[in-house]
């Protein structure tokens, strides 16, 4: 599968790697010039990753929407799409 690569031009790369005999460990690495930030998501906490991302994605999707449709009209701003430090365990 051919990478994606985001808007702002930052390079996103999922890979997995070897866990546990017959498990695989999902891998996320962002590259953004020549920084890279690696994340590996344990098998209990992938599916919740997973979960969250698909949420922010719908959510950013619906505001990029919502603006488009209102563009030129001032609005507020949307909902913050990166959670605390502190709710980054929640889903």
Known sequence: MEPPE???GEGIE???IPHEPGVPLPREIVRDGGRSTRVDL???TAPSWARTMVRRAETAAEVGRGRAETRGARS???PALVPPCAAAGAT
């Open 6 to 8: 985001a808007s702002s």
């Open 14 to 16: 999922l890979r997995q």
């Open 42 to 44: 344990d098998p209990a």
């Open 76 to 78: 507020k701003p949307g």
